[in-house]
């Protein structure tokens, strides 16, 4: 079961290079996964990911332990270049081209082996698709990211009262979405 | 048909719920549901490239072989604790990082003060005792009217140029000091125009011991005449119990008005200088004038003398050339006085004789070591004062613009997400 407790590594404690090294195996992954969901395109998600880890790394002596652990600093990071690569091309961040590129890769074989769960993810594409981008890309980061309420504050910038709003009203928008109840 | 379960479709999950939810820590089916989503949501993403994950894996690799870290730290505790300076300034809390950079750039700001200041107040000293005096006394009380008596015209024209400088500003004085040559009348003043005649004065107050004063006015008087000058009035008033006081009256050539005022530094510390000069071209150039329209008078007169044939003209143009000559003779007079005037130059010298001498010829003391050491602390604390009026609302500007530019540069990120 994924849990939202990360390894002493992605706390902050001691983080030196081989702690990063840990970050690093325990977060590209979900890191790669966010950037692509927020950006639609691989390349620019590796290029987010790479700029992640490496402004992480180079910022390593000087995080600020009351501003988030490097797991919520590296989701931080890594939503800001996002953010900026969408700026910067001038494309709608979570709209459909992205979804597209996204329905465009095969589905995962081994989850998805079967028909219900391939039915079920193809829905939650397309309420994920429906939603507006901002409701889109905090159930992203929360569920890629596997953040905390408090952490999710932390990367977002903002109380953790107002992120918990936040994500509640977003989870609220995807039951409330008409895909949610389509048939499959 | 088939309908599929998000969560909150049959109840309204609290925020606080999610986490606990995710966690696995809630039973029932709206945990499980929640979960399922979030699996659902991870995997809509392939995973990532497996030679993207290499090659970023020896990135990172690089950068830690690369890191800093791996070498030689330094040995001194100094240099090590100034190479991670930025980091412990970095793990400050905003504020305090904001306060850390208003602070590091005042030291840097005295720093700066505190080395340049003594090297520029040295390269001022004058004299060979003046390098405890002069230079090193920031508050010299200027004496007030003191200088030289004002020549008559002085009163009438408002174009009287008054230097007063301090013992440190002596290079600037010693500068345009001593200029004004009579003979020919052109002045060289630094701070005169070409060709400008003026007529300069100083006064200069010195400070010794009681004992000493009246050793100093001998040695002003002796430095006059060894000037080419000569002492125009003097009074010397000693008193056993201390305040003895001497006051001169010096004539010097202007040419040497530098140098005197030089020396005058070396016979005892000098408290104050007070420089004044006059512009007397115009005077100048009216005596000149009118010697020559005399003069004019005179050839002419001559010419019709030899010219005349009557004795009563000859008689009347005697009568005339002898009123002429006695005019003639008090306008060279006049002329002479104007250029001695631009030629020599008054010096007002007093000194102050005090129970308590600062910086009398006995070299240094603990009593004006620590008078000096006090001067210095309380200009440092002005510096400091000044530098703080200018730098807090300077700090303080800065951190609002850096705290503006953060927020609109999120605000530009944020608004990615509402194009």
New interface residues.
């Given amino acids: ?5 990360s390894s002493p590594a992605t706390r902050g404690e001691h983080f ?2 081989a702690s ?2 840990a970050l ?1 195996h325990e977060c ?3 890191v ?2 966010y950037a ?2 927020l950006l639609g395109e ?1 390349a620019a998600a ?1 290029d987010v ?2 700029v992640a ?2 402004r992480l ?1 180079r910022a390593r ?4 332990a ?1 501003r988030g652990t490097p797991r919520v600093l590296l989701f931080t990071i890594a939503r ?1 270049a996002a ?2 690569e ?2 910067r091309r ?1 494309r ?3 709209a459909s081209p992205a979804v597209e590129t ?1 329905a465009s ?4 074989a081994s ?2 082996s079967e028909a ?2 391939l ?3 193809e ?3 397309a ?2 698709a429906a939603l507006a ?2 409701d889109r ?1 905090i ?2 980061l929360k ?2 990211g596997q953040l ?2 408090a952490e999710l504050a932390q990367a977002l ?1 903002i109380s953790e ?1 107002n ?3 936040r ?2 009203r977003a ?2 928008r ?2 409330g ?1 008409p895909l ?5 | 048909m088939k309908v599929i379960r998000f969560p909150g479709a049959d109840t309204d999950i609290a925020a606080a719920a999610i986490d606990a939810a995710l966690n696995g820590e809630t039973p029932g089916a709206e945990g499980i549901v929640l979960r399922e989503l979030r699996a659902d949501v991870r995997a809509l993403t392939p995973p990532p490239d497996e030679a993207f994950e290499r090659d970023l894996q020896l990135r990172v690799a690089e950068w830690s072989h690369a890191s800093p870290s791996h070498a030689p730290r330094p040995r001194l505790p100094g240099l090590h604790r100034l190479g991670t300076l930025p980091a412990r300034l970095a793990k400050l809390p905003r504020g305090g990082a904001a306060a850390g950079g208003v602070g590091a750039a005042l030291v840097a700001l005295l720093l700066v003060l505190l080395t340049v200041g003594p090297l520029r107040s040295s390269s001022t000293e004058f004299g060979a005792s003046s390098a405890s005096n002069s230079a090193k006394s920031p508050h010299i009380s200027l004496p007030a009217a003191e200088g030289i008596q004002p020549p008559s015209e002085q009163s009438k024209r408002p174009a009287t140029k008054r230097n007063e400088q301090q013992a440190a500003n002596l290079p600037d004085v010693l500068a345009t000091g001593g200029a004004a040559s009579a003979n020919p009348p052109a002045s060289s003043n630094a701070t005169a125009a070409p060709n400008r005649l003026q007529q300069i004065g100083a006064s200069v107050a010195l400070t010794t011991s009681s004992a000493g004063v009246q050793g100093a006015a001998d040695d002003v008087a002796r430095l006059a005449v060894q000037d080419g000058g000569y002492v125009e009035s003097s009074h010397v008033q000693t008193r056993s119990a201390g305040g003895s006081e001497a006051g001169m009256t010096l004539s010097i050539p202007s040419a040497k008005l530098s140098a005197t005022i030089a020396a005058l530094g070396r016979i005892a510390p000098v408290r104050a200088v007070n420089q004044e000069s006059q512009d007397i071209t115009s005077s100048y150039d009216g005596a000149r004038r009118q010697l020559a329209d005399g003069e004019a008078v005179r050839r002419a007169l001559l010419r019709a003398l030899a010219a005349a044939t009557t004795q009563g003209r000859i008689d009347s143009l005697g009568e005339q050339l002898a009123g002429d000559r006695a005019a003639i003779s008090r306008e060279r007079e006049a002329l002479r006085s104007v250029s001695h005037r631009a030629a020599t130059s008054q010096i007002e010298v007093t000194i102050t004789g005090t129970a308590a001498a600062v910086g009398s010829r006995k070299g240094l003391t603990l009593a004006r070591g620590v008078h000096d050491a006090g001067e210095v602390l309380e200009a440092v604390a002005a510096v400091l004062l000044i530098m703080l009026a200018a730098l807090v609302p300077l700090g303080l500007a800065a951190f609002a613009i850096a705290a503006l530019n953060r927020a609109w540069r999120r605000r530009r990120r944020e608004a990615a997400l509402d194009s």
Avoid: K, W, Y
């Fill in positions: 079961m994924i849990t939202l407790r030196d290079e990063f090294d690093f590209f992954a979900d790669h996964s692509l969901s691989r590796e990911t790479a880890f490496e790394f002596r000087r995080l600020d009351t800001n953010l900026d969408l700026r001038r709608q961040p979570l996204l890769i095969p589905a995962v989850a998805a219900e769960d039915e079920r993810r829905s939650v594409r309420a994920l981008p901002r890309e159930l992203l569920f890629h905390t309420n910038g009262s992120a918990g709003t994500l509640s989870l609220g995807l039951r979405s949610a109840e389509e048939v499959a």
